[in-house]
């Protein structure tokens, strides 16, 4: 092992209530509105939450401030009261938190966790491994992208979808960026310091996000933290085999159409009938009918939404 360094004591106050069984949460980005995807992993976040009987929260994940979208986060914030869900806790922008990415960050310094990096993606070219060039250089954090080091071992986790999933990020990805050279804080340091601190037990999100999971895991175990429980659950997918995303220039919601989707997405899901109702109603019954062993077991799912 290269690092031998005992997990860090979390030095941060957790904002979460550490005597709930489940809290689960929806992490949009606001890099465009909410499409058809997003309101799969909203509804299936909630109701798993609910049907636990555990709390529910939403957060905006917006570090990457140059890649945010005018007027998507008021699309969000919209669709939350359009479909009526009822988040458990005041609605938290990670924009506003950035000291508390920082001082990770400076946490992990001070264990000689992480360190500076100036290497260009130039520099890098097409190896998508990072070889470590500037591990041992000792470069002053300051105007410098900042890495964590990771081991030479395997990293799993039992996916509740997608079964085992394992991961030796030294041989699949190398030491990984923390901070970006311009300050951007990356988004697997927000996400992993944001779940302890709001008492996270549970992730349910798109399977895109599956090959970040063992990266999140790592932090997490350096940061001192719990290991939580997630389900990928599988992305919709449009005529042309993309997944529903705003890169893909997806439909935003019709948010005037609010019970129409919310019955659409059960289905996509695979969950017994709703009745059509107030989008509040609709979610209850869908709470008490919900059974995540209908979820496709893929990473996928055709013809669903145009």
Partial sequence: ???????????????????????????PSPTGPLHFGSLITAVASYCDARAHHGQWLVRIEDTDIPRISPGSEDHILRS???????????????????????????????????????????????NHIYQGTCRNLNLALKDQAIRVKVSDQEICFTDRLQGRHCSNLQHDLGDFVLKRRDGIINYQLAVVVDDYLQGMTHVVRGADLLDNTERQ????????????????????????????????????????????????????????????????????????????????HSTELHGIYL
């Avoid at 001082?103 to 100036?118: D, M, N, P, T």
């Avoid at 992305?235 to 919310?262: E, P, R």
């Fill in 1 to 27: 092992m290269l690092l031998n360094n005992p997990p860090l004591a979390p030095s941060l106050p957790k904002e979460g209530d550490s005597r709930m069984a489940y809290v689960g949460r929806f992490a």
């Fill in 80 to 126: 939350i009261d359009a479909f009526q869900f009822d988040p458990d806790a005041d609605i938290i922008f990670q924009k506003n938190r950035l000291n508390l990415y920082e001082s990770a960050i400076e946490q992990l310094h001070q264990h000689g966790l992480v360190y500076a990096c100036q290497c260009t993606r130039k520099m890098l070219g097409s």
């Fill in 217 to 296: 895991i790592w932090l997490g175990k350096l940061l001192g933290y719990p290991q939580l429980q997630y389900m990928h659950l599988p992305l919709a997918m449009n005529d042309q085999g993309q997944k529903l995303s705003k890169q893909n220039m997806a439909q935003a919601l019709d948010l005037t159409q609010a019970q129409q989707l919310l019955q659409q997405a059960l289905r996509a899901l695979r969950q017994p009938e709703v009745e059509l109702n107030s989008p509040a109603q609709m979610l209850q019954q869908a709470v008490a009918q919900w059974n995540t062993g209908l979820i496709p």
